[in-house]
């Protein structure tokens, strides 16, 4: 296991590649869940408002 | 088969067919993934003359693929919304621009990080690295002009045309670049693009690059829902959408 | 009166552009000055080593007529666009692509051709040789009106743009990478004493290239940023 981490003693590269990889794959996995949310929630906002105003 | 299309193609279909596509996808994406690192990082062989550092390949060429994979589709796409006035089709080709500017952060990144233990330097002016740095400045380029316009629509055509235009020059700056380096004899090793590649390092390369596409149709619907959501907001079906919403 | 035929329109456009142009003589003359300003800074930033000087000097005078043509780019559109003939163009009955092609070609010959006139200065300044003062005055008259008629697409596209300045360069210079790398090497070649057909040949290829598919290209994002 601990060899597998070492990865022949280029740890730091191989790693940091991969965790950066991950770590833009994230954002861009969670920046539109999140703008969708957002959008909804402002959507669904404003249409209750427009209902209120219409009674 | 025609009737399906034409249906996708109107906002309210695509925003209920694309939602149902989306887990499926993410799970064969996630599905390829860890077949690819399982291949990738325990079953292929450390290289000869590399070492473990080759590993970081799995990321960087299947990243530098859809790098410019991505700018092709933000380019077809931009033509289909340009010819046909198809507002599906644009708001894709927008949709792809910054996930195809992060593939290009990602295999840049990953080829500088490659590169030091191989070349003994973060950055060396690598035909490949280069050109992939001009692809970078024209995704760029697509989405500062898309967020300075102010009008969506406008905003779509104009960054298509823009798209169209990188296209055609993509060959070009690519041949100049790759002559600019010949030219100026850098110290090009070359590692990138090895000519017989082994077959345990070809399949996780390939479950990788299959990953990554998938990845890329998953946030690209997503992105694009979302779009469709923005743009379609005053009509009868997002009202009712949202008024269930919460 | 007689509507004008499309070459009549041609000239009519090209002397109405050269004209303004003459009326507004600074906004020639400052890229010009930025030219030989920005070079000038070159010695002064690295040392005035000769040998050194005549190795940079070829990228410098290129990077320095880029930047130059992309200071001047915005000139193309704006004034039409903020007095309304650009509106007026739009209408013409003539084919827009034909008409951007007499607008880039007044804005060539007031923002291009001067870079020509001052570059034998700066190439003495940057110690280069004869020969490469000779194809550095060719690759300017291949390169300046490529960068024009590519710069001009960006410019209609960010036309309407409040701040469309930046946003413009960031647009073309990556753009503007082939026509970089083949006319500096031309001219650092020359220099060296090799040959430079090929590279030429390339210039004069692009300069065709871009001929032919920027004038549609410009119509097209013209249309698309006044809509």
């Known amino acids: 296991m601990s060899e597998f981490l070492h990865m022949g003693g280029y740890a730091a590269y191989v790693w940091s590649s991969y965790g950066i990889a991950l770590v833009v794959l994230l954002a861009n996995l969670f920046a539109p869940i999140l703008a969708h949310r957002k959008l909804l929630t402002q959507l669904a906002r404003r249409h209750q408002r427009a209902r209120r105003m219409k009674r | 088969m025609l009737h399906f299309f034409h249906k996708l193609a109107s906002p309210k279909h695509f925003y209920r067919i694309s939602g149902n596509w989306i887990p499926w996808l993410g799970l064969a994406c996630f599905g390829f993934t860890l077949a690819g690192l399982y291949e990738g990082l325990l079953v292929a062989p450390t290289d000869y003359q590399q070492g473990d550092s080759y590993r970081i390949m799995f990321i960087h060429v299947p990243a530098a693929w859809m790098s410019l994979f991505i700018y092709m589709v933000m380019a077809g796409a931009g033509v289909i919304g340009l010819v046909w006035r198809i507002k599906l089709a644009e708001i894709m080709a927008i949709s792809s621009a910054h996930i195809g500017a992060s593939f290009t952060f990602l295999a840049l990144i990953t080829g500088s990080i490659w590169g030091k233990p191989m070349w003994g330097a973060w950055w060396v002016w690598d035909a490949r690295l280069t050109s992939e740095l001009i692809l970078l400045f024209l995704y760029l380029g697509v989405i500062a002009l898309y967020n300075a316009v102010e009008d969506s629509r406008t905003a779509a055509r104009a960054t298509s045309i823009l798209a169209l235009v990188g296209v055609v020059n993509i060959p070009i700056i690519h041949f100049s670049v790759e002559w600019w380096n010949t030219l100026h004899q850098g110290p090009t090793v070359t590692k990138f693009g090895a000519p017989s590649i082994d077959i345990h390092m070809l399949i996780p390369l390939l479950l990788m690059a299959v990953a990554f596409k998938l990845f890329y149709v998953m946030v690209l619907l997503m992105r694009a829902r979302v779009e469709v959501l923005q743009r379609e907001r005053n009509t009868g079906w997002v009202q009712e959408l949202v008024s269930d919403y919460e | ?227």
Do not use: C
């Not at chain 3, 507004?24 to 080593?49: K, W």
């Open chain 3, 1 to 227: 009166m007689k509507p004008a035929t499309l070459p009549q329109a041609f000239a009519i456009l090209l002397r109405r552009d050269l004209t303004l142009a003459y009326r507004r003589r600074s906004e020639i003359i400052n890229p010009l000055l930025f030219f030989v300003l920005v070079t000038a800074m070159f010695p002064l930033g690295v040392g005035a080593d000769p040998a050194l000087l005549r190795d940079i000097g070829p990228g410098i005078i290129w990077v320095a007529a880029l930047l130059a043509a992309l200071l001047s780019l915005e000139t193309v559109f704006r004034s039409d666009f903020d007095d309304g003939s650009l509106e007026q163009l739009l209408l013409s009955p003539h084919p827009l692509s034909v008409l951007m092609i007499a607008k880039v070609l007044a804005h060539w010959l007031v923002t291009g051709l001067p870079l020509l006139i001052v570059a034998p200065l700066l190439s003495i300044l940057l110690h280069l040789s004869d020969d490469a003062m000779h194809t550095l005055l060719i690759t300017l008259a291949l390169g300046t009106p490529v960068l024009s008629l590519v710069g001009a697409i960006g410019v209609a596209l960010t036309v309407g743009l409040r701040k469309g300045g930046t946003i413009l360069s960031i647009l073309v210079m990556p753009l503007y990478v082939p026509v970089l790398i083949f006319a500096a090497s031309a001219v650092a070649n020359s220099d060296a004493g090799l040959p430079v057909n090929a590279h030429l040949s390339l210039l004069a290829a692009l300069l065709v290239l871009a001929t032919s598919l920027s004038p549609a290209a410009t119509a097209a994002s013209l249309r698309i940023s006044m809509s």
